[in-house]
């Protein structure tokens, strides 16, 4: 069995070209995506721009984002050993990486 | 070139959105405040609130006799004699009251036989707690107050907005300098009085039970301004924090309602029961106070005795399945996605960081000492003093919340009544808008160089646990303020420039600004106390001493912590 999650990343902001950035975390079963993300910010890259508030307990549902094309939440969906494409959310504007314009309207900034 | 900043103008500005906070904005508006309410994270969504799965306390009187006075003797027993005495009576008296209006609101209560039922808990001479099923009370409490404020005009919010320094202007708080994280625009906000509703610090440590927004933000707005800390010390670890196996979708916390309902063993890792070892024998109930719980676990970890993963084993093994299923639904499954079957495993549990008691001063109007600023909820020291009575935290934050709504409310009008609208000086935000608009350029550095913050973080909150943790010496202690001091320095004195939007690492250097000062407040504290009280043990001071019965009372001189004792006036009961 392999010991990684190979990550990959569409990267880029509002109004830029998107990128795709590839890398590799270790992988423990039992782990989120979630924990992966941290992890690759911790040792790879704390460029790279994801949300999230309550960590590990499903409870703010501020870390929505696109698994291989589905929705989830990155602290629920878990790593796998394989290779696994991470996207923002299609259906919001983009703000940045993972990142995108996910609150109500009456309470965002304007 | 960073744009000019976006000028806010509001009768009250509240920092935070928990429910400390969401409920000051609902009281000032009820007030005839015009509300503007901030959150770092999005509204209503990060913080503790929501996070919390357990109960609130309340004398509400309907499971059992019950009164104020009662719960108010509970309170102080647990704060080993620091809990200042207002606080604490204003947590008691205005309890049933804020419940009441919560329940009116539809939060929904559990309800037995047509009343509010209530469940004990540990520290509680009676059943006390109320709560929300299955392990959805912060949740359910957050979404009601978030609904009523979305039905209330004179409520504006903004989420994604990091505050970066209060501004004081002719001797009052006149509001805050911040940026707005997802474009990374400077903001002022020009208000008549501020609430600070930040929460606490539990973010300085590597395995906390609250949100990461949970930094210290507030202490460290308050310092700053020349606002005056007290008891920085006395961080509460939460005993049974879950360790193992990997459980996602789930906070880490979510063990204690279990034990409320159905006892537990806690065993060690020969599975014997080890608890009486240590002064108390649990019995088959959970009866446990969270101090000796932790102390508890951790002397039989370092005896070699913990479980794999550096902890206790939670038994539910004696329950019956159908026992399990009644009293947590459909968290059994959840549990089961997790491959966690109860009836067939205990569950590995260690310490966790879990509330912090110390903060902000501030008198029974939520008044800090600083005229204009306000503080409510986990951010305002001294109403728990050394160690929280559990189910104190939500209760605080509903009753402080409330009462720095109105406070900050009739201030604004005060102020109101001698200028239309409230300018800040440009001289008096100088220093907290050079940050926010003339950092370093990027194209200095590369897009990737610069200090790691995420890096950083997690070396601070490795600090903190294992040189600031439940057990403490002054050896470690002076260690981590080292740590501490040369973080510090690597973070420099200012951030990146402003770079688009949601530039998390620019985000996480203001957070470490502020954690690194706030962890500088716990551990130099921490190290003052030469006693053991409470959650602040000392292994090299084990006694608790009666002339340590003393506030330690912290102010920022220069860069300088000046810490000073004030002796604990005696509780009346």
Redesign the interface.
């Known amino acids: 069995m392999s010991s990684v999650a190979k990550l990959k990343i569409k990267r880029g902001?509002?109004g830029e070209s998107e990128r795709w950035e590839s890398f590799e975390v270790p992988f423990?079963?039992?782990?989120?995506v979630l924990d992966g993300l941290?992890w690759l910010?911790?040792?790879k890259?704390?460029?790279?721009?994801?949300?999230?508030?309550?960590?590990?307990?499903?409870?703010?549902?501020?870390c929505m984002i696109q698994l291989d094309g589905e929705t989830v939440?990155a602290?629920?969906a878990?790593l796998e050993p394989r290779e696994m494409t991470l996207t923002p959310l299609p259906n919001k504007k983009l703000?940045?990486?993972l990142?995108t314009?996910?609150?109500p309207p009456?309470?965002?900034?304007? | 070139m960073t744009p000019e900043p976006v000028a806010i103008d509001t009768d009250v500005l509240v920092i935070g959105s928990g429910a400390a906070g969401m409920y000051a904005a609902i009281e000032a508006a009820r007030g005839g405040a015009r509300v503007f309410m901030v959150d770092r994270s999005l509204i209503g969504r990060g913080g503790a609130t929501v996070m919390a799965q357990m109960t609130v306390a309340a004398a509400l009187g309907e499971e059992v006799p019950d009164a104020p006075a009662h719960h108010y003797d509970d309170t102080i027993a647990a704060g080993r004699g620091l809990c200042e005495e207002k606080l604490a009576r204003l947590l008691c008296e205005d309890a049933p009251a804020a419940i009441r209006e919560l329940d009116a609101w539809g939060v929904g209560w559990a309800r037995k036989a047509n009343h509010i039922t209530a469940t004990t808990a540990p520290g509680h001479d009676r059943a006390r707690c109320v709560y929300v099923d299955f392990i959805n009370t912060g949740p359910a409490v957050s979404k009601t107050l978030r609904t009523v404020i979305a039905r209330n005009k004179d409520i504006h919010k903004a989420g994604d907005i990091c505050i970066v320094d209060l501004v004081a202007c002719g001797g009052e708080i006149a509001g805050a300098v911040g940026w707005h994280v997802g474009s990374g625009a400077p903001v002022t906000i020009a208000a008549k009085a501020t609430v600070l509703a930040t929460g606490g610090l539990t973010r300085l440590y590597r395995r906390n039970s609250a949100s990461l927004n949970m930094g210290g933000d507030g202490y460290a707005l308050a310092l700053r301004a020349g606002a005056t800390l007290i008891d920085m010390e006395f961080v509460q670890f939460f005993p049974i924090g879950h360790l193992a196996p990997r459980l996602v979708g789930m906070d880490p916390i979510m063990w204690d309602p279990f034990r409320y309902k159905l006892g537990g063993r806690l065993l060690n890792g020969r599975m014997e029961e080890f608890t009486s070892r240590y002064g108390s024998d649990e019995d088959g109930r959970y009866v446990l106070p969270r101090d000796l719980a932790t102390y508890a676990i951790i002397k039989e970890v370092e005896a070699g005795r913990g479980s794999p993963h550096g902890g206790a084993y939670l038994s539910f093994e004696h329950c019956a399945a159908a026992d399990l299923r009644t009293a947590f639904g459909p968290v059994i499954d959840r549990l089961a996605a997790n491959a966690i079957d109860l009836t067939r495993m205990p569950v590995e549990v260690a310490p966790i960081a879990h509330y912090h008691m110390g903060g902000v001063v501030a008198d029974a109007q939520m008044q800090t000492e600083l005229p204009g600023l306000f503080a409510a909820g986990e951010v305002v020291g001294g109403a728990n003093g050394a160690n929280r009575l559990s189910g104190n935290a939500i209760t605080e934050a509903l009753v402080f919340g409330r009462r720095a709504g109105a406070s900050a409310a009739a201030h604004a009008k005060k102020v109101a009544k001698k200028i239309a609208r409230r300018e800040l000086a440009a001289g008096d935000m100088r220093a907290a808008l050079d940050l926010v608009r003339n950092g370093h350029l990027r194209n200095e550095h590369g897009a990737r160089s610069g200090p790691n913050t995420a890096a950083m973080i997690a070396r601070l909150q490795a600090i903190m646990a294992d040189d600031v943790g439940p057990f403490r010496t002054g050896t470690k202690l002076e260690r981590a303020l080292g740590g501490i001091a040369a973080l510090a320095a690597e973070l420099g004195e200012r951030p990146a420039a402003a770079n688009g939007g949601f530039d998390l690492q620019r985000l996480e250097w203001f957070d470490l600004r502020n954690m690194l000062s706030v962890a500088r407040t716990v551990a130099q504290s921490a190290l003052q106390r030469t006693e053991s009280r409470g959650a602040h043990q000392r292994e090299d001071f084990p006694q608790m001493l009666p002339q340590w019965q003393t506030h330690q009372r912290v102010r920022l001189v220069g860069n300088a912590l000046q810490i000073t004792g004030a002796p604990a006036a005696a509780l009346a009961s």
């Open positions: 902001g509002a423990e079963p039992g782990q989120s941290r910010r911790i040792n890259d704390p460029s790279l721009a994801m949300r999230y508030s309550c960590i590990n307990a499903n409870a703010c549902k501020e939440y602290c629920t878990r703000i940045r990486d990142v314009e996910i609150a009456a309470e965002r900034f304007k």
